[in-house]
Each structure stands twice: as C-alpha cells, then as structure tokens.
C-alpha cells in the first residue's frame, strides 16, 4: 500500500518564542563580544569554546532526561534553538552530530553505561561525534558497506574506510555502520554499530580538503581496530533499522535549508537601500522585480520551515517519518542550491558590490560550499529512490 505524505501544520508554544527571546539576546551579546563572526553553512563551522557555552546555557541535549545531563524541555523548543544559531551563522560544528543524532541514538538503543559515560559530557559540550556511515565505493548507498567487524574474544576487530566525516579529526568518538556477517540476498541484513573512540590503536585520520581549502573531511582508516561488546549500539544485525531512524534526525532540521541564510539576510539591507535610490518614493516597493525576487526566495524558505517544523513536531510524538524526512533534505538542499547563484544575480542587477563588505563575505562562502549540500547526508537521486519506494512507486 503506497504512503501519503503527511505535514501537518505545527504551532510553536509560547514557551519556544520566550526561548528565541533568550537565544537572540545571546547572540547579540556573543557578536559584541567578537566570539565568533557569522558564516555562511556555518554548522560546517566548528568552535569548541562557543559549544561549551551553548552547554553551560543548558542548550545541548536539551531535550534529553536530565539524568543524562539534559534539561527535558521539548524539540520544538529545541528546533527555534537550531534556527536561531543557524541564522546567525554561529559556528555550532563541534557538537553538532552529537547533539543532533548522536543523544537521540543512544538514548534510543544504547545501554545504560554508554548513556552514562557519553551523554553528559555532550550535553557539556565536551565530547563530540562524527558519524561513520559513508566509504569511498559506497556513498550514498549504506548497504553497500565494505568495513566489517569480526568476532573476537571480548568484542570485535573493525577493519575498513569511512569517508566524508566531518570533524571526525577533532572528534573524540565515531557511530561505525559495519557488516558483522556475510552479505546476503537482503542487503541490509548483517550490518551493526559499533561506537568506536577515536584515539584506540590502529586509527588513522587522513585529511579531505574542500574546494575552499580547508579541512572538515576526512577518510577515516581502520586497521583491525578492538572494539569491545561494550560499546555496540543496539543489537548485533539491527544496523540497518538503527541507522533509517537516526536519518530522520538528520535530514529534516533546518539546516537542510539555513544555511545559507545569513547571505540573503545580509543582502536585503544594501538591496533596500539600493532600491530607495533607483525608484520613485512614492512607488510600492512590492513592484521592484528585485523585491519580487527576493520574494520568492522567502516563500520557498516559509514553506521548507513549515514542513521540517511539521516532521520536528511529529518526532516529538514518537512519529517514524523517514519519508518525509528525505523529501525535505531533497527540497531544501535544492533551495541551497538555488540561493547563492539567485542572491548573486540579484545583487548583480541592484548594482550591489559582489565582494565587498558582509555580503560580498558570506556569498563568496557559500558559492564554494553550496555544490557540497546536495550531496551530504544522502545525495538527492538517492533520497528519490527511497520516496518512490516508499509511495509504493518502485
């Protein structure tokens, strides 16, 4: 039987608008401080210190059991926090797996110990995550993984490559999809995860510079690494079921369309007052081309919000909402694509510099990054695949 796709119109609580009250003024008071200056894509943007700060304001893990060092609140709350440090173009990339899958996952599957040792200190701000799914002759296809564990006395020997992890080079910790059994007809049977701490013997890190130069990626080498039965996620073979529900958490939230934010919000200053040079004053701004321009780049964005605030909703209520999780990475990594070229060309007409000032700063960050979104977390024509399947299509 096909699936509908349901999104359903979400509300955000007056307690998660006081939050974003709260979250701004931080902000603010952070930017006057000079802690950090505002990127573009900027959860690809890592500062410890600026994470520790988040933690000490209660702001990670913040919807997990306070036991674990969480503040029970809910993830709506959660999600204004999101959109609020994205839109400022805050450098979030140090906790940003952890806080976002990584709690979830353990708190979901792990055992208690593991709960125990690792949850807190990411709730701190402490410890931080990469996430081991992608190989070089796999990509977007997970089942197609090469790295196996092997049973040994006490736990598992990993051997293999992970690719694309982001900051795993700063990272204390890495979630690992492995096969821990031969493959079979059903391709995703036989694969687990293993919770591997990245400063175990037979590890190395080898650098992915971007087309910009710098190093967030990595290829991640595993040399019959230990890991011991302490440190599985779940149950041996339920990788495949574990790693589907940890990719709604990933591909739903606002960054698969904030990221580029700051570049349209530091656009629309100069672009008014350009406007107000170039047009009557007693014409409606509304008739400008370029205010319709920019128009429909903000319509795009409200509707991308409402769907992922929609799914952030549901998951709340324990939803599983794979399907509508990857029609809003497919939309909103298109829309990623879609705004840098856009703002340049309206810049462009309004006779706006390209490269002086915030704007020229945060779009030329973007121009180099946004070939990258929609490619990371599952690329789009794979994502397609899974809705067909799961509208019953193929």
């Known amino acids: 039987m096909s699936q509908r796709f349901l999104f359903p119109h979400e509300r955000l609580p007056e307690v998660a608008e006081t939050l974003r009250v709260e979250v701004r003024a931080f902000l603010r008071d952070?930017?006057?401080?000079g802690s950090f200056v505002p990127g573009s894509?900027?959860?690809?943007?890592a500062s410890p210190?600026?994470?520790?700060k988040l933690g000490r304001a209660g702001w990670l893990g913040m919807?997990?059991?306070k036991q674990y060092g969480g503040a029970e609140r809910s993830s709506l709350e959660r999600y204004v926090l999101t959109e609020e440090l994205l839109s400022a173009g805050a450098p979030v990339g140090a906790h940003w797996i952890s806080d976002r899958q990584t709690g979830p996952m353990l708190l979901r599957y792990g055992t208690e110990e593991q709960r125990m040792r690792f949850m807190p200190a990411i709730a701190r701000g402490e410890c931080y995550f990469a996430i081991g799914m992608?190989?070089?002759d796999a990509g977007s296809d997970l089942a197609a993984v090469r790295t196996r564990a092997d049973r040994v006395d006490g736990g598992w020997r990993l051997t293999g490559r992970k690719v694309w992890s982001s900051f795993a080079h700063e990272a204390h910790c890495m979630i690992v999809l492995c096969r821990t059994s031969p493959k079979e007809e059903n391709r995703h049977a036989g694969l687990s995860q293993l919770l591997v701490e990245l400063d175990a013997p037979g590890i190395e890190m080898r650098p992915i510079l971007n087309l910009a130069g710098h190093h967030h990626f990595n290829e991640v080498v595993f040399d019959e690494v230990f890991v011991p039965d302490t440190r599985v996620v779940g149950e041996i073979g339920d990788g495949w079921k574990q790693v589907v529900s940890e990719l709604a958490y990933e591909r739903s939230g606002p960054e698969r369309f904030?990221?580029?934010y700051p570049v349209l919000a530091s656009l629309l200053g100069p672009l008014a007052a350009q406007i107000g040079q170039t047009n009557n004053p007693t014409q409606n701004l509304a008739d400008s081309p370029l205010t319709t321009a920019v128009g429909a780049l903000v319509t795009q964005l409200a509707t991308l919000r409402q769907m992922s605030l929609s799914i952030a909703g549901r998951l709340q209520a324990g939803a599983s909402l794979e399907i509508e999780a990857a029609v809003v990475k497919d939309l909103g990594t298109r829309f990623e694509r879609l705004l840098p070229e856009q703002a340049r060309l309206i810049a462009a007409s309004a006779g706006i510099s390209l490269h002086d000032g915030e704007f020229g700063r945060l779009l030329a960050e973007a121009v180099l990054r946004a070939p990258s979104s929609t490619l990371r977390g599952g690329t789009n024509e794979i994502l397609r695949g899974a809705i067909a399947r799961g509208l019953g299509l193929r």
Do not use: I
């Open 30 to 33: 952070e930017l006057a401080a």
């Open 41 to 45: 894509d900027s959860w690809m943007n």
């Open 49 to 52: 210190e600026f994470s520790r």
């Open 63 to 65: 919807t997990w059991p």
């Open 134 to 136: 992608s190989e070089p």
């Open 258 to 260: 904030l990221s580029y």
